[in-house]
């Protein structure tokens, strides 16, 4: 029974995180907001919204293994399944697209998580920091995009149909459908996500930080593994890199730093041991494709889907 709730919470966060993105954007381009505006703020936080409900339930049940397991899975996730999975149908070619600076500030919100997980857990002043840190990437994404526009003397408008869940003849009362049954899914589905997964950990004898590692950070990253399978079906590679450290980056400052200044979230010291060196060198392992520009061929996308098998393995064991 548990492992059937574990599921249904876990469709029901999906599925209502995907309400409300399409709702949210659909509202915020019929009133008129930019879309450049609206990709960099509302997608952003309606994709993670999965994983800030479950950190927010979960740290206030006494259960922050859970928390830092997701996020932390998530990351490892992101970058081993989710690029290696679609790599090994169709190789990426990351070269013709520059997001150093993107990569450059990942790497930097990982060392600086880290280093604050180091003092035992994220308390309202750890928050703070990854949430000033996350506020400058956005407003600096948005000053350079917003420059580019104006080069290239484009409405702000005039990308909206590119946005996931954009539908120019979506009728008012879809959107209002969409964005109710995504802000009341969401917590539900933490809810009995949360729950029963704390219970087959019980179950098992295995720690909660274990099921948040697997179970939950494979479940939560299911939308960024479709995103990157069509991106590069569409010969977008960009797209599902930069979706990979984007989330990632977000995984770290924003739902950490959201739910640390609702309540204090503890690190289990098995994290410090082990895991965050994994997430850590599975970040550093993106190097030579964002900065040299390799391809990411059919044997590096098994070589990445494996060394995450394995590490789930190990994890398990």
Known sequence: MDWLLCGIGLVILLAAGDCLVK???????????????????????????PELLIAINATLSGSSGIAIGNIVGSNTANILLVLGIPALFKPLD???????????FMMVASIVFIALAC??????????????????????????????????????????????????????WKIVGFLILGLAGLPLGADILV?????????FAITEAVVGLTLIAIGTSLPELATAIVSIFRNQAGVALGNVIGSNIFNLLGIIGVTAMIDYVAVDPSFLRFDFWVM????????????????????????????????????LG
């Open 119 to 172: 003092t035992g857990g994220f308390e309202i002043w750890q928050g703070s920091i990854l949430l000033l840190m996350l506020s400058a990437f956005l407003l600096k994404n948005l000053k350079d995009a917003s420059a580019q526009r104006n080069r290239d003397s484009q409405p702000f408008g005039s990308s909206a149909m590119d946005l996931d869940g954009a539908d120019a003849s979506i009728a008012g």
């Open 23 to 49: 709702g949210a954007v659909n509202l915020s381009l019929r009133i008129g907001i930019p879309a450049l505006i609206v990709s960099l703020t509302i997608v952003a936080f309606g994709t993670s919204a």
């Open 195 to 203: 729950d029963s997964a704390s219970s087959i950990a019980r179950s």
């Open 280 to 315: 850590l060198a599975a970040s550093t392992l993106l190097a030579p494709f964002v900065l040299l520009g390799w391809r990411l061929t059919r044997i590096w996308g098994f070589a990445l889907t494996t060394g995450y098998l394995l590490y789930v393995i190990f994890v």
């Open 94 to 104: 990351t070269s013709n697209f520059d997001i150093k600076p993107t990569y450059y």
